[in-house]
């Protein structure tokens, strides 16, 4: 049974990568930064890696419900003589968006880029308390 989940890990991962490098999500000269959503009770929050990338390059905006994160990040050369064995690094232009759900307050939302890390505070509306409505017999 374990080598049957040993497989199966595998067999996942395998699939995994080749879906994501098969240009289904990017093409050549995109990138797709990971992000993580996590909320509390006053606010959703969205954190996405941005590493080198400067927060003129980068641009956020809201519209119809839907949040974009898009912009590029620069590939350059220091020194012309250099000769590159591997690339690694990913660069070129990147677009995610996120459906966001009718309790934020889009009025509120504010980012911040620290240390290669996007920070997107999403507020959620102030709900007012449950109000008892009488009724009356006629």
Excluded: C
């Excluded at 080198?52 to 419900?65: H, T």
């Amino acid at each position: 049974m374990k080598d049957i989940l040993y497989l199966q890990d595998r067999m996942n991962r395998v699939f995994d990568e080749s879906v994501r490098d098969s240009g289904i999500y990017k093409t050549p000269g995109q990138w797709i930064p990971h992000v993580d959503i996590f909320e509390d009770d006053v606010s959703l929050t969205i954190k996405a890696e941005l590493p080198g990338v400067k927060r003129e390059d980068v641009i956020l905006d809201m519209s119809d419900g839907v949040l974009t994160l898009s912009g590029k990040k620069q590939y350059s050369h220091e020194d012309q003589a250099e000769s590159y064995h591997m690339i690694e690094r990913q660069y070129g232009s990147f677009r995610r968006s996120f459906n966001i759900p009718d309790v934020v307050d889009v009025t509120k939302v504010d980012a911040k880029l620290e240390d290669g890390v996007l920070r997107i505070n999403l507020p959620k509306l102030k709900r007012s308390s449950t109000k008892k409505i009488p009724i009356v017999e006629r």
